[in-house]
């Protein structure tokens, strides 16, 4: 990717020429550039946009907003994504909307906007290649032949006035399609600008699949090695996906799936790690979707469901561990279903403080861990459960943990665990209260933002 968006910023010299010889109005103020790099039929449509400031003023990005035109393919839900951009993906949002009076190559458009942090252009400056992605949320290849934006003749940036551009709300490239106005109008003139609060991460999932380039480069590594928790050395990346949940706020969640048929051979358990050391003090949260049952097959594993915030060196003299398990089924001896929340001072087995939580959690519930003013606080759905303090108070920062994995074995036979989670939200270094919290994702989600760190770890 890196190598294409070099080429795109070599093909800047140059674009001059291409735009005196387009036939839109010679006196926009704008132009929208627009590249792609897949075929009519593909799993992922992969379009690249670059706005480009051709008017005499400097344009401040979060003013402008660009649409992406297309057809829905089978009524298949949408969602997008941010790939590469020397903007950083925080700063770059995306809403996937339906217009009011369909055209037969444009019943959705992909919006694009900006945050405060995004930056000005100046006369004659370039954004610079914006990498972006739109996928159905049934996996099933979109067909691009007949949406509107797509041109695959334009495999180098290139003006595209089927992708339009707007300034306060005015537009100022492109055409748009028919005569009906689209079915959300993009901001109006003066609004405020968005901002990606400091010292913030969020991440709603949005990701094609495993191996969707923006998973790494949102700070998520899958884990595939060896050793515990769990059955060793089953970790695997096929455990892991995204699929579409209509009781899902946004449609899309990250699960974490195991399956057994009861042998070491047979098993495959599920972890996504956070890479960078992303929580210290502060407010960390996560909707989650704890499950009583296995998806399919005879019940009675003893699985842990979990959310854990740990150091990322066992041997560590600071090491800091924070857990929420729920095991459906109980586990080390003790009956479930249960949660347990865990506050540890060392990676050495007893050297901890613990509570049980003696209930059912089956289903969506958003669990929230505050660690401030030398106290850690656990909470569920807003109600705190367990509080620890003194040696156990976080002394290092720590990676993110998701995961679901067997203590043990006990029989044999085919079986399935589904872990969901909706979205993680982190605030270093203060205490938000659940409506707090609530309100922010909401507004994240209504915003198009999908992802935000802006956090001093990352």
Same mark, same amino acid.
């Given at each position: 990717?890196?190598?294409?968006?070099?080429?795109?910023?070599?093909?800047?010299?140059?674009?001059?020429?291409?735009?005196?010889?387009?036939?839109?109005?010679?006196?926009?103020?704008?132009?929208? !550039?627009?590249?792609?790099?897949?075929?009519?039929?593909?799993?992922? +449509?992969?379009?690249?946009?670059?706005?480009?400031?051709?008017?005499? /003023?400097?344009?401040?990005?979060?003013?402008?907003?660009?649409?992406?035109?297309?057809?829905?393919?089978?009524?298949?839900? #949408?969602?997008?994504?941010?790939?590469?951009?020397?903007?950083?993906?925080?700063?770059?949002?995306?809403?996937?909307?339906?217009?009011?009076?369909?055209?037969?190559?444009? $019943?959705? #458009?992909?919006?694009?906007?900006?945050?405060?942090?995004?930056?000005?252009? +100046?006369?004659?400056?370039?954004?610079?290649?914006?990498?972006?992605?739109?996928?159905?949320?049934?996996?099933?290849?979109?067909? /691009?032949? =007949?949406?509107?934006?797509?041109?695959?003749?334009?495999?180098?940036?290139?003006?595209?006035?089927?992708?339009?551009?707007?300034?306060?709300?005015?537009?100022?490239?492109?055409?748009?399609?028919?005569?009906?106005?689209?079915?959300?109008?993009?901001?109006?003139?003066?609004?405020?600008?968005?901002?990606?609060?400091?010292?913030?991460?969020?991440?709603?999932?949005?990701?094609?699949?495993?191996?969707?380039?923006?998973?790494?480069?949102?700070?998520?590594?899958?884990?595939?090695?060896?050793?515990?928790?769990?059955?060793?050395?089953?970790?695997?990346?096929?455990?892991?996906?995204?699929?579409?949940? &209509?009781?899902? /706020?946004?449609? /899309?969640?990250?699960?974490?799936?195991?399956?057994?048929?009861?042998?070491?051979?047979?098993?495959?358990?599920?972890?996504?790690? *956070? @890479? =960078?050391?992303?929580?210290?003090?502060?407010? @960390?949260?996560? !909707?989650?979707?704890?499950?009583?049952?296995?998806?399919?097959?005879?019940?009675? =594993?003893?699985?842990?469901?979990?959310?854990?915030?740990?150091?990322?060196?066992?041997?560590?003299? !600071?090491?800091?561990?924070?857990?929420?398990?729920?095991?459906?089924?109980?586990?080390?001896?003790?009956?479930?279903?249960?949660?347990?929340?865990?506050?540890?001072?060392?990676?050495?087995?007893?050297?901890?403080?613990?509570? +049980?939580?003696?209930?059912?959690?089956?289903?969506?519930?958003?669990?929230?861990?505050?660690?401030?003013?030398?106290?850690? $606080?656990?909470?569920?759905? *807003?109600?705190?459960?367990?509080?620890?303090?003194?040696?156990?108070?976080?002394?290092?920062?720590? &990676?993110?943990?998701?995961?679901?994995?067997? @203590?043990?074995?006990?029989?044999?036979?085919?079986?399935?665990?589904?872990?969901?989670?909706?979205? @993680?939200?982190?605030?270093?270094?203060?205490?938000?209260?659940?409506?707090?919290?609530? !309100?922010?994702? =909401?507004?994240? #989600?209504?915003?198009?933002?999908?992802?935000?760190?802006?956090?001093?770890?990352?």
């Amino acid at each position: 990717m890196v190598v294409v968006l070099g080429a795109g910023l070599a093909l800047y010299g140059g674009w001059r020429t291409t735009f005196a010889d387009r036939s839109a109005d010679e006196s926009s103020l704008l132009t929208v !550039r627009y590249r792609t790099e897949t075929p009519a039929t593909a799993p992922v +449509a992969k379009p690249w946009l670059e706005v480009i400031n051709t008017s005499s /003023q400097p344009v401040a990005l979060h003013k402008v907003t660009l649409r992406y035109y297309f057809s829905d393919d089978a009524s298949a839900g #949408y969602a997008a994504n941010c790939l590469q951009t020397t903007l950083q993906c925080s700063n770059v949002t995306q809403v996937v909307g339906a217009m009011p009076d369909p055209a037969p190559t444009a $019943t959705h #458009y992909l919006q694009v906007g900006f945050t405060s942090a995004a930056g000005t252009l +100046a006369p004659g400056q370039t954004s610079e290649g914006i990498g972006l992605q739109l996928y159905r949320l049934d996996r099933e290849d979109l067909d /691009q032949a =007949d949406d509107r934006s797509f041109d695959p003749k334009l495999t180098r940036y290139a003006p595209s006035t089927r992708v339009t551009g707007y300034v306060d709300g005015v537009l100022l490239w492109g055409e748009e399609p028919g005569a009906a106005p689209p079915a959300a109008s993009p901001q109006p003139a003066n609004a405020p600008a968005l901002t990606a609060p400091a010292g913030t991460l969020f991440d709603n999932f949005h990701y094609t699949d495993v191996a969707d380039p923006a998973v790494t480069a949102n700070g998520w590594q899958v884990r595939t090695d060896g050793g515990g928790p769990g059955i060793a050395s089953t970790w695997s990346a096929d455990a892991i996906s995204f699929p579409a949940n &209509r009781k899902a /706020q946004g449609g /899309q969640v990250l699960q974490l799936q195991v399956s057994t048929d009861g042998t070491r051979d047979g098993t495959r358990q599920a972890e996504l790690i *956070g @890479i =960078d050391n992303t929580f210290f003090t502060g407010t @960390i949260a996560a !909707r989650i979707h704890f499950t009583d049952k296995p998806a399919d097959g005879r019940n009675g =594993d003893h699985i842990i469901e979990s959310f854990c915030m740990i150091s990322p060196q066992p041997t560590s003299e !600071r090491y800091t561990e924070l857990d929420f398990e729920y095991q459906p089924n109980g586990g080390w001896g003790a009956p479930g279903p249960k949660l347990d929340t865990t506050s540890w001072r060392s990676a050495t087995p007893g050297d901890r403080t613990t509570r +049980a939580l003696n209930r059912s959690l089956a289903g969506w519930h958003t669990l929230m861990i505050t660690a401030v003013d030398g106290k850690v $606080t656990y909470s569920i759905d *807003g109600r705190p459960v367990f509080s620890s303090s003194g040696r156990t108070f976080p002394r290092e920062p720590m &990676r993110i943990h998701l995961n679901t994995w067997l @203590i043990d074995l006990p029989f044999a036979g085919e079986r399935t665990w589904n872990m969901q989670v909706n979205w @993680i939200y982190a605030v270093d270094g203060k205490a938000v209260s659940m409506a707090q919290v609530k !309100r922010t994702v =909401d507004g994240f #989600y209504k915003n198009g933002i999908n992802y935000i760190n802006t956090t001093s770890r990352q």
